[in-house]
């Protein structure tokens, strides 16, 4: 009887490693000199970051640091949607960071039609938020991870439940 394998291609960031991220932003702002009296905060929603600051100088800083916690932290650069810049009640500048989670019908028929016209012995399909890849050999699926990651898609890739 002939087994097949499969592994799922989805786009997600550990939680956890966002508020350490953040927690760490915060205490960055609070302690460094040029920004210590800029009033700035930094808050964690479900799916958006909101910084709130004085100029958009400070606001450069804030994105600075915040992308260098998240590398050390192994998060994708992809995962943050920088919004405009509104200005907030006196003087102040806001701006929403949304959080790219799951990967768009979009890219995933871009994923797919890939792995179609590129590996005729696997088979894709596209499951919700997710993409899942399925072969009979192994070797097959090794490969398709090898060339996924080979590609620029605007979202981080993971590949999980591999069997």
């Known amino acids: 009887?002939?087994?097949t394998?499969?592994?799922d291609i989805v786009s997600d960031f550990d939680r956890q490693e966002l508020v350490n991220t953040i927690d760490q932003v915060s205490r960055d702002v609070i302690s460094r000199y040029d920004l210590k009296d800029t009033k700035t905060t930094v808050e964690l929603g479900d799916e958006v970051i909101t910084v709130n600051t004085?100029?958009?100088f400070t606001l450069e800083s804030v994105h600075t640091i915040l992308r260098e916690k998240a590398a050390k932290r192994s998060l994708s650069q992809k995962i943050f949607d920088f919004g405009k810049v509104e200005s907030a009640s006196g003087n102040r500048v806001r701006q929403e960071i949304k959080l790219q989670k799951g990967i768009s019908q979009e890219i995933a028929?871009?994923?797919s039609k890939l792995i179609?016209?590129?590996f005729k012995k696997v088979q894709a399909s596209i499951q919700g938020d997710a993409v899942r890849v399925s072969a009979k050999n192994k070797d097959d699926l090794q490969v398709v991870i090898q060339r996924m990651k080979q590609?620029?898609?605007p979202v981080a890739l993971q590949f999980t439940n591999y069997r």
């Open 151 to 153: 590609e620029d898609f």
């Open 5 to 7: 394998y499969s592994f």
């Open 116 to 118: 179609r016209d590129e």
């Open 1 to 3: 009887m002939a087994s």
């Open 109 to 111: 028929k871009q994923i």
């Open 54 to 56: 004085d100029s958009e």
